[in-house]
């Protein structure tokens, strides 16, 4: 089974950074795509960042500008560089991997512990 650990939260003010790390261990297929989400409290996962297995970057509207999705294929690691943060990127940040797209968060049934981003304003 795949284990993903993410690291790199805290709690920050308006207009700081963090650089949130995800590693993948254990039995998995390929690791070609590699995404993050987030989960706010009483809202839905929702996808902020993946890149595909061929190197294709979306950032969602709402982090575009701000944060920047990155990976090391051979370490199995990913990295969400976060600049610029709100008070609305409060949230739980959890990574994900898949052999070639990061599909929508339904369907996963597997995650890591996520790690806990707050900005204060």
């Known amino acids: 089974q795949v284990q993903l650990v993410e690291s790199g939260g805290g709690l920050v003010q308006a207009g700081g950074s963090l650089r949130l790390s995800c590693a993948v261990s254990?039995?998995?297929?390929?690791?070609?795509?590699m995404g993050w989400f987030r989960q706010a409290p009483g809202k839905e996962r929702e996808l902020v960042a993946a890149?595909?297995?061929?190197?294709?970057?979306y950032h969602a509207n709402s982090v575009k500008g701000r944060f920047t999705i990155s990976r090391d294929s051979a370490k199995r690691t990913s990295f969400l560089q976060m600049n610029s943060l709100k008070p609305a990127d409060k949230a739980v940040y959890y990574c994900q991997v898949d052999s070639r797209f990061v599909r929508t968060a339904r369907e996963y049934a597997y995650w890591g512990q996520g790690t806990q981003v707050t900005v204060s304003s």
């Open positions: 254990g039995r998995t297929f390929s690791t070609g795509a």
């Open positions: 890149i595909s297995h061929v190197g294709s970057i």
